[in-house]
């Protein structure tokens, strides 16, 4: 048979980008990511983690998202009904922020267009900008039911919003009151707990004299990390059980620069052990000082607006002053006044707006909350019942934890995108009736009066709890939300486990009756080659779109998925993307010339004939058996979330095993060199172990991998890998008898390539080779495989002896698998040269020797020196020893003995 191919021809040279593109589009006309609720048996759903509609397509969205495809298109191949939920978030904060900074632009503020103009010019924003992320998610190959696009501010989802507002609200899970909240002063809005992110900073502590009233000359010293809100101090508080201080309580100090007298009150919160044992109790602009504060009907006082400058409730001498100028004009007042008593260098805990990274300042603010303990408990009872799982499992402690010490939520926010509050107000004073209504108001439902709305919207995080369900039209009964919920897998970040991940599971208990999701992969941080985290600060993004353009969507996806151990961070360098992308664009290009080889032999006949009919060998028989394993491998790496074990395997196999030695193994076959029959066996296997591995991969990679199915004799463009099925792994198929022989086989290849090497043999010169005494696993390979052994290890001739040729120089190796080689060297390397080189290496190797025995000799040096150091030279005085008897024998082959 002629070495022509018979097959469809690819092109020599790899080029995504001339093919991701116009598969996608393809897979879009054909609808191939829709499902409808009312043809869906088994369906498989994965909501995604909605992107801020301010979002440009980052690596971590490139990891999360990845991971999201690769569950959902294998859940698809297993002929599950997989539908991936695409939507975005409208990111009350980040959006504002994003306009404002334009409006600045133009030498304007939200306050000078009023809250319906700004607004719109939101939407406008919105419009324009806010489905780039969801373009750039199709780049990547993501396979989300598009038609089913959501976006928070729909208004479905506002409608799901509202309701569950009103349904807290009518539970008693949500109320209004004035209480000590984070405030950013930059974005002018409350924030939760979670979103005032804490670091550690290096500050001071201020020690400030408080003179007592009633015996001049004697004071009190208090120490702050905030000088400043001393200004709003309502009391100095003692430990009840404090001897040293009980005989003040009930005094009264003066408030240093404020010409106020404020009483000294007895609280176990306070830790005798700490400082002075005296605590400024400053209620309105600290939370432990606002509990002690209502336990002691002390007046709160907020001294700053809320841009963080001083209100006239501070001396005239600092108001609107702001915070930090304010701080060290007091500490210039109080040194002046002798008050200050001394300063200390201090490293505490400080909250940073998550949005703008400002400096957070608790503040008395009147705020609508949520009542979080009782939707917590069942939320947690889920997670201890094991009907939640996490992924790493440690993660389950982490949302144990937060559940077990869960403190109310502050819902509501200083801004104008978003959801705004449904709460109305009557304006007749003689009503003041308070109404919340799932339908807009125009007036009072208790006296028909004028109504105000509520100013402020509701937390992004408060739509973003309800995606599970809302997406999918709940408040209504929709087929939708039958069929689809509960999902089943979410994938996102650790640092969100509480923010959105826990939330979620609590709206799913409460409103849906059940859990959003069983299982949740939190999955690591994409970081930079010094380990630190990508950031526009930093300048050490990569971005994603950049990368498609250079190595293809499908080399991006392989290489994030094979380093994303399970919970573990990756690293990729930004200033080295080949490098960083190369494992992934390597693997591509093999896939693509190991394919190109294989097509080029293939007929219609070879893809459609089943091999296990006709009379199969050994390599045929291993390829089936490895085949097998794989598919095993894989399916159990994607079934239990370990993707990355799932990508290695399949790389080892279509690398290594199909492309490396399969396929080299059986070209002799496939020109026909050993006949009709075994041409026909090599060729059916080849195309069925190519199309197994094929759909192997496909989750990861499935752009190359459709292409080339779609390439196999007998397809068309008609075809897809995207609806399975998955392959199946055969136990029948699993052949030890096959797999040994190809083992003993591998192992005298790589042994004749390491004698290669270390004999400096080129390794495209043909070579003789004697296998002595080979065991029967070998003697089989040899049978059946002597034309592909002869081509893998580049033999002139192939011979077996019962024993090693007496005086003929050669290299000796003894292999893994039992047997021996012989490689005759006479006539290929330079005998004379080589022998001088022995000696001369055995000499300078007999001096290091012996200089490293006598330092062990040497008592002395054993005493002396460091053990780690004495065990550096024993470890090197063996590795010269093993050297050393490794050139002895090479010297015995050349027969200088």
């Known amino acids: 048979m002629s070495e022509s191919p018979v097959g469809p021809i690819l092109e020599s040279r790899y080029d995504p980008s001339g093919i991701e593109p116009a598969l996608y589009r393809r897979w879009l006309d054909r609808g191939a990511f829709h499902v409808e609720a009312s043809d869906a048996t088994d369906p498989y759903v994965i909501a995604i983690p909605p992107p801020n509609v301010t979002a440009a397509l980052h690596m971590g969205h490139g990891l999360n998202n990845t991971i999201q495809d690769v569950l959902i298109r294998f859940e698809r191949m297993l002929g599950r009904d997989a539908m991936w939920i695409p939507g975005t978030d409208h990111a009350g904060i980040a959006t504002q922020n994003v306009v404002e900074r334009q409006l600045g632009n133009e030498g304007l503020t939200r306050q000078d267009l009023g809250r319906e103009a700004f607004v719109e010019r939101v939407w406008e924003w919105v419009d324009t900008y806010g489905n780039t992320i969801i373009e750039q998610l199709k780049v990547i190959g993501c396979s989300c039911d598009w038609d089913r696009t959501r976006f928070t501010l729909d208004p479905g989802l506002s409608r799901a919003v509202r309701e569950v507002f009103v349904q807290l609200y009518e539970k008693g899970l949500i109320y209004r009151g004035n209480y000590i909240i984070n405030w950013c002063p930059r974005c002018q809005t409350a924030l939760s707990n979670e979103e005032a992110e804490h670091q550690e900073v290096e500050g001071k502590l201020w020690h400030i004299r408080y003179p007592l009233v009633d015996e001049p000359g004697r004071w009190i010293t208090v120490a702050t990390t905030r000088p400043e809100t001393m200004l709003g101090d309502t009391a100095v508080a003692v430990h009840p059980a404090d001897g040293d ?89 109080l040194k002046a006044a002798g008050l200050l008593e001394k300063v200390e260098t201090h490293v505490h805990s400080v909250g940073h707006c998550y949005r703008c990274d ?65 709460v ?112 526009k600060s930093l300048g050490n993004g990569i971005d994603p779109l950049r990368v498609v353009e250079m190595f293809g969507a499908d080399a991006m996806r392989y290489t994030l998925v094979s380093a994303a151990a399970l919970g573990t961070d990756l690293q990729l360098d930004h200033e080295d993307l080949d490098s960083s992308f190369r494992v992934g664009r390597n693997f591509a290009n093999k896939i693509w010339n190991a394919a190109r080889f294989a ?132 136990p029948d198929e699993l052949d030890a008898k096959a797999e040994g022989s190809i083992e003993a086989l591998q192992d005298v290849v790589s042994s004749v390539r390491n004698l290669r090497s270390e004999y400096s043999i080129d390794p495209g010169r043909r070579i003789d080779l004697v296998i002595v005494d ?101 470890e090197k005085a063996a590795s010269l020893e093993q050297r050393y008897q490794r050139l002895l024998e090479k010297k015995a082959a050349f027969g200088l003995d």
């Open 358 to 422: 400002t400096i957070v300042e608790p503040r008395l603010s009147l705020q609508w909350f949520v009542r979080m303990k009782p939707l917590a408990e069942p939320a947690l009872a889920a997670f201890r019942a094991g009907d939640l799982r996490f992924h790493p499992e440690r993660f389950g402690a982490t949302y144990e934890h937060w559940m077990t010490n869960v403190r109310d939520w502050c819902i509501s926010r200083q801004l104008w995108w978003g959801h705004r509050i449904p």
């Open 424 to 535: 109305w107000y009557c304006q007749d004073p003689e009503c003041g009736e308070i109404a919340v209504s799932r339908e807009e108001l125009e007036s009072c439902p208790a006296c028909g009066g004028q109504v105000e709305q509520d100013p402020d919207v509701l937390d992004t995080w408060f739509s973003s709890w309800l995606w599970p369900f809302s997406t999918l039209g709940w408040p209504e009964d929709s087929e939708d939300i039958r069929t689809f919920y509960p999902t089943n897998t979410l994938s996102t970040a650790p640092e969100i486990l509480f923010f959105w991940v826990a939330r979620m599971v609590m709206a799913g208990i409460e409103f849906r009756g059940e859990l959003p999701f069983t299982d949740v992969l939190l999955h690591g941080t994409v970081r930079d080659a010094q380990g630190r985290r990508m950031s």
């Open 774 to 874: 080979p065991p029967p696993a070998l003697a089989a390979a040899l049978n059946a495989e002597s034309d592909g052994l002869r081509l893998l290890a580049r033999l002139e001739k192939l011979e077996t002896a019962a024993s090693s040729p007496v005086g003929e120089p050669g290299a000796h190796a003894v292999l893994r698998t039992g047997g021996e080689l012989f490689l005759p060297l006479r006539d290929v390397i330079d005998l004379d040269r080589e022998r001088q080189r022995l000696v001369t290496e055995l000499e300078r190797l007999s001096g290091l020797l012996l200089s490293a025995r006598s330092k062990l000799e040497n008592s002395g040096f054993l005493e002396r020196a460091p053990v780690e150091v004495v065990n550096r030279e024993r």
């Open 245 to 333: 201080t009980a005989e003040l309580v009930g005094r009264e100090v003066e408030l240093p620069l404020t010409g106020r007298q404020i009483p000294i009150v007895a609280d176990e919160f306070v830790d005798p052990e700490f400082g002075s044992g005296f605590v400024k109790v400053t209620p309105a602009h600290d939370p432990n000082d606002f509990e002690i504060g209502r336990r002691h009907g002390l007046t709160e006082l907020n001294v700053m607006h809320g841009d963080a400058t001083l209100n006239d409730n501070a001396p005239e001498a600092y108001r609107g002053l702001d915070r930090f100028e304010a701080r060290e004009r007091i500490l210039t007042d």
């Open 599 to 730: 097509l080029g032999y293939l007929s219609g006949d070879d893809v459609s004939r089943d091999p296990r009919t006709l009379e199969l060998e050994i390599a045929d028989r291993w390829i089936l058996a490895r085949l097998s394993e794989a598919t095993r491998t894989v399916t159990d790496g994607l079934t239990r979330f370990r993707l990355h074990e799932a990508a290695e395997a399949a790389y080892h196999f279509v690398w290594s095993e199909f492309a490396d030695w399969y396929v080299e193994l059986v070209k002799p076959r496939l020109r026909g060199d050993r006949g009709e029959a075994s041409r026909d066996a090599a060729a059916a296997t080849l195309a069925t172990v190519m199309d197994g591995w094929l759909r192997l991969l496909h989750p990861i990679m499935p752009f190359i991998t459709e292409e080339l199915f779609c390439h196999m004799p007998g397809r068309s463009s008609e075809d897809t890998l995207l609806l399975g099925p998955w392959p199946e792994s055969r």
